[in-house]
């Protein structure tokens, strides 16, 4: 498949993983501050950010003995290109079931 690797597939199925790129949204957070945010050990957390890691969706900065994570989009953009088809079927599906209810309601 064009534009998405399975390392991304596999990074996203995890809703951890969702959370993690989620929260470095607002920008890079150090190690400490993402594990807050979690019930698990943080070698379970280290884990899921070496899977964010490899899939190219998150980048690992070391600053003496703290390590910051940043979201790296770029592999977030063959998802979306990927996705695209499947929302534009839905879309006709939610309209075609408008078109039927708006007859029925006639």
Known sequence: ????????FAAL??????EVLRLLLDGPKPV???AGHFDMRRPSLSEH????RDAGLVRERKEGRHRFYSLEPEPLHGLTEWLT????????KLANLRDLLDEEAL
Do not use: C, I, T
């Not at 498949?1 to 991304?8: K, T």
């Not at 950010?49 to 964010?52: E, Y």
């Not at 088809?85 to 006709?92: A, D, I, L, V």
């Open 1 to 8: 498949m064009a534009g998405v690797s399975d390392e991304v």
């Open 13 to 18: 199925a995890s809703p951890v993983r969702r």
């Open 32 to 34: 400490g501050e993402l």
């Open 49 to 52: 950010l070496k899977v964010l």
């Open 85 to 92: 088809p499947y929302e534009r079927f839905w879309r006709e």
